[in-house]
């Protein structure tokens, strides 16, 4: 026997590997989970239906095209069908635009703490991570981030809102940060929570695409359209950009349940949308009582709110799950806590009043 092992990419070494949120233990009275940032509501009806259709059919391939999917986001979003791509999950489509882009010697930039993702799919792709610190009040410094481009840069992610601060970029300053940006240079706007989105400065994506060849959208199912476990999302793009993207996809990556779910999930938006606006309600409901007990909290256009808690930030985490939630703690920083069921926010909130208490 040899001790040899197969020579494997030397980037590969040091990346951390994505970290999911737990799940909540089972061993007390309750268990809900605020870590993912899923919908806490099941599936409306109609997307179990068309999703258990799709299951009659899993012996075959699914429509590689996702021609129905794509029509369907086509007509409802008013782009083009060549403008859009759909991918597993908007993370899979995040990895795709790297690999379009990106390569060892060039630089993706990135706003830092943003989501957890873009380090490991630019070292994956042997590019080089340019992290711009966070503003103090934990929003993206467009500034600074557009001082870090440099001719090797071939990627820009905006994370909008940021995941896990919440903290949206609002029309003035994004139009003026493109302004800065060449147009050879990709600029991704993650707007995997756009749904959640009520401040009207915070511009749309697909409206500001239109006049710019440079911008991408990346949306997703899994979070307001509560289809996490299917994964399926998408991006619009202009060409070349939305052609490189059908040509690095995973052949059949998308199954047939994620595509007639997803177009399922599109035809009953309106139930769909008054779910947001439930979770938007309890978002609201769970910040003010938060700053009504002292703490400092960004204000979050997202199903999620962000505590800096920093050195006490695993204890608070622990103390959450004895009492029930399961929460996201980045260590030494702070942690994220989903908008969930509001039994589940209540028991949330009340740790967070204890643990005020004896600080
Ligand atoms: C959750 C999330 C995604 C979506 O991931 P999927 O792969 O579509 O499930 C993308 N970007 C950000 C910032 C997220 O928080």
């Not at 599936?43 to 799709?54: D, F, H, K, Q, S």
């Not at 896990?164 to 995997?192: H, I, K, Q």
């Not at 926010?345 to 005020?356: E, G, H, P, S, V």
């Amino acid at each position: 026997m040899t001790e040899k092992a197969p020579k494997l990419r030397a980037v590969l070494e040091g990346i951390p590997t994505y970290k999911p949120g737990r799940p909540p233990t089972s061993d007390g009275p309750v268990a809900y989970k605020l870590s993912s940032n899923e919908n806490p509501y099941p599936p409306l009806p109609g997307v179990l239906e068309a999703a258990t259709a799709a299951a009659g059919s899993l012996n075959r391939y699914p429509d590689m095209a996702c021609g129905a999917l794509l029509s369907e986001l086509a007509s409802r979003f008013d782009v083009p069908v060549t403008h859009l791509a759909t991918g597993t999950g908007s993370v899979g489509i995040a990895q795709q635009l790297l690999q379009s882009t990106a390569g060892p010697g060039d630089e993706v930039i990135y706003a830092w703490r943003s989501f957890e993702a873009y380090p490991i799919i630019t070292r994956i792709a042997g590019a080089t991570p340019v992290q711009v610190p966070l503003t103090e009040d934990e929003g993206h410094d467009l500034d600074a981030m557009a001082d870090a481009v440099t001719e090797r840069t071939r990627l820009i992610f905006v994370c909008n809102p940021n995941n896990p601060t919440g903290r949206s970029v609002r029309r003035a300053e994004l139009e003026r940060f493109l302004d800065r940006v060449p147009e050879d240079v990709l600029v991704v706007l993650d707007e995997a929570y756009r749904e959640f989105v009520r401040d009207e400065e915070v511009p749309d994506g697909l409206e500001v695409y239109r006049e710019r060849p440079n911008v991408c959208v990346l949306r997703t199912f899994s979070k307001a359209y509560g289809l996490a476990g299917l994964r399926v999302g998408f991006a619009v793009a202009h060409e070349p950009v939305a052609a490189a993207l059908r040509k690095t996809a995973v052949p059949f990556g998308v199954s047939q349940m994620a595509q007639d779910a997803a177009v399922a999930s599109l035809r009953s938006e309106d139930e769909l949308l008054k779910r947001v606006e439930a979770l938007v309600e309890e978002r609201q409901r769970v910040r003010d009582g938060l700053l009504e007990q002292g703490w400092t909290v960004p204000e979050s256009q997202a199903n999620f709110v962000w505590l800096r808690l920093g050195e006490r930030t695993t204890e608070f985490a622990e103390v959450c799950e004895k009492a029930g939630v399961t929460v996201r703690p980045f260590a030494g920083e702070g942690v994220r806590v989903t908008i969930g069921e509001t039994v589940a926010n209540d028991i949330f909130l009340q740790t967070a009043r204890a643990f005020r208490a004896e600080l």
